[in-house]
């Protein structure tokens, strides 16, 4: 089986090659919006104080009126001049209650209060959509998730990117569910992705720092296994950096009302 038709096969089982245009996913509004900010490392404290005393309220409330399915607001651990220093991802309920956010951009630009926008330097923001996702069942002892989110770029077209996302990634996310390593995962394609510094964004919640440390063991073992067990899986592995390029990592805790600074 060659790789093109490996990818045709997966696009046809995703529904991607062969769905009527009024069912594709492409038709409707986005329903994510994904943000990030950079502050100098001398303002990190406090752009985080303000986070928490404005922008935290205010996603609570919406997520209490039911605009917000879910939203996180993540914290990069480290000082680092190629990564943001606070990233929030906003999951609507849906497109309609995307579309109200520019009233909160009418007041408070990207979310942010006037404290808070006076220390950023740099902000983005991301219409998106959340493509892929499954978490573990949430337990009494589970301890706080550390993320590590990755972006990528794809080199070939989206809908042969998702066929590989659902052939190559897919399993292996799975995999690390089922090991136990790994809490929950997310993967995001941003609308308009022309210019943006990534087009493909994987966001993973360890089970803790253990979770995390744990990453490359568990990744080598659910690796092992599939390519021993799925011929389809070890030819996406064989050709993936025809599919795409993976950028910096960062890693994030999750910033909430009650957390102290780092």
């Known amino acids: 089986m060659s790789f093109r038709t490996l990818l045709l096969a997966a696009a046809l089982m995703l529904g ?61 651990r480290y000082v680092d001049a190629a990564g943001w220093d606070v990233m929030v991802i906003l999951d609507f309920a849906n497109p309609a209650a995307l579309a109200h956010w520019r009233a909160v951009e009418d007041t408070a ?59 190559y990634l897919v ?29 493909s964004l994987l966001v993973l919640a360890y089970r803790g720092d253990e979770g995390l440390a744990r990453r490359d063991a568990t990744t080598k073992a659910v690796r092992t296994r599939l390519a021993a067990t799925s011929p389809e899986w070890k030819a996406f592995a064989d050709n993936k950096q025809s599919i795409r390029t993976e950028k910096q990592p960062v890693v994030a805790d999750e910033l909430l009302p009650d957390r102290p600074s780092r």
């Open 16 to 76: 991607l090659a062969a769905t009527p245009a009024a069912a594709d996913w492409r038709d409707q509004g986005a329903r994510s919006l994904i943000m990030t900010y950079r502050v100098a490392p001398a303002d990190r404290v406090a752009f985080r104080a303000d986070v928490r005393a404005a922008t935290l309220p205010r996603l609570a409330a919406l997520k209490a009126k039911g605009e917000l399915a879910a939203y996180h607001v993540l914290a990069n």
């Open 109 to 167: 630009p990207a979310g942010l209060a006037p404290p808070a926008l006076t220390l950023v330097s740099r902000a983005e923001t991301a219409p998106s959509d959340q493509m892929f996702a499954r978490a573990a069942p949430a337990k009494a002892d589970d301890p706080a998730p550390v993320y590590l989110v990755v972006p990528y770029d794809y080199l070939v077209g989206v809908d042969d990117y998702l066929a590989y996302v659902k052939g």
């Open 171 to 199: 399993p292996q996310t799975d995999g690390w569910l089922e090991a136990g390593a790994l809490s929950s995962y997310a993967v995001y394609l941003p609308r308009y992705p022309a210019g943006r510094d990534w087009t």
